[in-house]
């Protein structure tokens, strides 16, 4: 799962691993980390980047799942994000056990 995470990294087109009921019109998003760790006996997914589309993380948790479950090759990631084809993707992971770390705004003009 973390060979698929890592595909995630970069500045790409999201399109496949958003959800219908969106109202964005860009989906090209950066991510600076991708990857799980085990803590504690559970697998954690840990993700950063500039912006997360409606459900992304979940779609992306879904579908690395799948890989876990050997229902997919890890490197199916990267055709997934070339086709922009939500139908593609893997499932959307529920949100349980989902939660928001950290908003980092930086230097950005909306924290003045």
């Given amino acids: 799962m973390n060979r698929a995470a890592s595909f995630f990294t970069g500045f790409h087109d999201f399109t496949a691993f958003c959800a219908s009921g969106h109202s964005v019109t860009d989906f090209e998003r ?6 799980w760790t085990e ?3 559970l697998l954690v997914y ?3 980047g500039n912006g997360f589309l409606y459900n992304m993380v979940r779609i992306m948790t879904g579908t690395m799942v799948e890989v876990g479950l050997n229902k997919r090759p890890a490197e199916s ?11 593609l993707a893997g499932i959307t ?3 349980q056990g989902l939660y928001l770390w950290e908003v980092d705004y930086g230097d950005s003009e909306i924290c003045k």
Avoid: F, N, W
């Fill in 77 to 87: 990631i990267p055709g997934l994000l070339e086709k922009k084809d939500r139908r």
């Fill in 93 to 95: 992971a529920p949100p």
């Fill in 39 to 41: 803590e504690g006996g």
């Fill in 46 to 48: 840990t993700v950063t």
């Fill in 30 to 35: 950066h991510i600076y980390h991708s990857g």
